[in-house]
Structure formats: C-alpha cells, structure tokens
C-alpha cells in the first residue's frame, strides 16, 4: 500500500464555533485567528493505492455553489483535488472508491459536480463506487434542523442515483469494523454527527489514523476543546478521551483533515491528560 496526502483547498471558519465553550484567549495560541475571528483550515483527503484500489477519502468541498456561499468561508490558497492527484501521478478517473467519513458538505461536496449543460448533476469521479453507511446515509437524508445546512442535497443525493452508492455493512452496535473492502479498519463516532466512519490504517508497521473531524486539528487535543458544530458534544468528550488515551499508549499517527499547518502528529500521556507529542509531515514519513 502507498498513501498520498490530497489537497482539496483551504478555506476559514470562525474560531468560536470551531472550539465551542473554550474562550478565545485560550484556542488563539494554538489556532491564531484573523481580524474576522476565522482561522485557518485545510481539506487534506487522503489517497490509498493498494494494487488495482485507488481509495480516496474525503473530497473536500467541490465547486458547484454559488460565490456567495463560497464567500462565507474564505477561501485561500490553490490547492484542488487535480493539482494534487497529478502531483502524485494519477488523474481522478483512475479513482475506483471513494470513502466519505461523513456527509458533510466540506467533506463530500467534490463527489459530485455539474454536468456540461449545468442542468443538472453527475459523479465527479467517473470509475468510482462512493461508500458511505446506512445509519449515517438515513441521518443525512433526513437531517435534523441543526445539521441541514451542512447536508446539501446536490452533494448526496446523486450519488444514490448514479448507482455507484455502497454501504459498509457492520453488526448493530459495532463500533469497529475490522479491515475489509479497503485494507483498513473502521471506527464509529457519533459525537461529531451520527456514524462518521474514523479509518485505521496499519502501514510501515504504524497505524494511520485519518481524524476527520473527530479531531479537527491539533489545537482540539484537550479534552474539553469542542467543535460548536458536534451535535452530541459530551459523547465527543467520551470518544475524544477513550481514543486518544488509546493513541497515546499505542503510538497511532494522527493524520489531521482540517489543521492547515499541521499534517500528522502523535500524542502522548502527561499529568494534564494527553497532549501533543511529535509533529510530522508525509514526506518525513512517506518518502
């Protein structure tokens, strides 16, 4: 297996939503804001080649809304999917599956883009299967009043009628799925949003994590440092604290989807709780 880290462009949200109840003194060390109260994020997807599977995760935001829906976030830099899939050899028509942690429009909104007439919409991917679960499909097909917003019809429901939507099949309760499909195991998380898919990869004798947004960026380590955007904040809690005592006695690398500055890091154990540890980038690790 090799793995590519997938640009699909940076963008800024409002510092406060992003850490919840913590005040600004506190999450502007780590996460210095702008004039505007936004700070700096990524959407850093995450490339699997394993023989003839080319397993992306995540796709980012996509293009298809309008300049004023795009101007609420900032966008800044010119990272895209194309640029970073051709930095690494490879055009999205290659692409055979695409892993959505969750179906939140900055996270599967370039799955899915315009047809040539604009008339309607079609598979940005044109060889893939899109993977997603059942419980968290049915969530964001009936969204709730708080996470409408984020769950955009034009981002998901022509996925359903391409014909390419999978489901990863687990047994009720199962909170881990182990490796299958993809070569890599499953976590479930439902503080953030109902059933976000947290996968495992074990690689080069490590194990990968790819956070999504269980954890944002590296500023969220402490425990109470959560999102205003999690649906179940103290059921973050109660996974925050379960999975990174685990990350920190076993040595998982935490790849971070959203830290704009920060693309890997480990944790450790302190008198604190668990703090950050080492920071990486995937050329010290990959390359």
Known sequence: MKIYPIEAGNFKLDGGAMFGVVPKTIWNRTNPADDNNLIDMAARCL??????????????????????????YNLWGDESIDKSLKKHGFHRDNITDIFMTHLHFDHCG??????????????AFKNARFWSNKEHWLWATQPNAREKASFLK???????????????????????????????GVFFADGHTDKQMIPHIKHL???FVFMADLLP?????????????????LITLSEKEKFLDTAATKGYYLILEHD???????????????????????NELFN
Not at 260 to 282: C, P, S, W
């Open 260 to 282: 704009a500055h920060n693309e890997i890091i480990t944790v450790k154990h302190t008198e604190k709780g668990v703090r950050l540890d080492q920071v990486y980038t995937f």
């Open 154 to 184: 034009e981002n998901i429901i022509p996925m359903e009628q391409s014909g390419r939507l999978h489901f990863i099949e687990r047994e009720k309760d199962q909170m881990y799925v182990e490796p299958d499909h993809f070569g890599f």
């Open 110 to 123: 370039g799955c899915i883009k315009w047809n040539k007439e604009r008339t309607g919409y079609e598979p």
């Open 217 to 233: 960026t590296a500023g969220h380590i402490p425990l109470p440092y959560v999102m205003g955007y999690d649906t179940r904040p």
């Open 47 to 72: 490339l699997l080649e394993d023989g003839d599977r080319l397993t992306l995760i995540d796709t980012g935001m996509g293009d298809k809304q309008s300049d004023k829906f795009f101007g609420y």
């Open 205 to 207: 004798d490590k194990t």
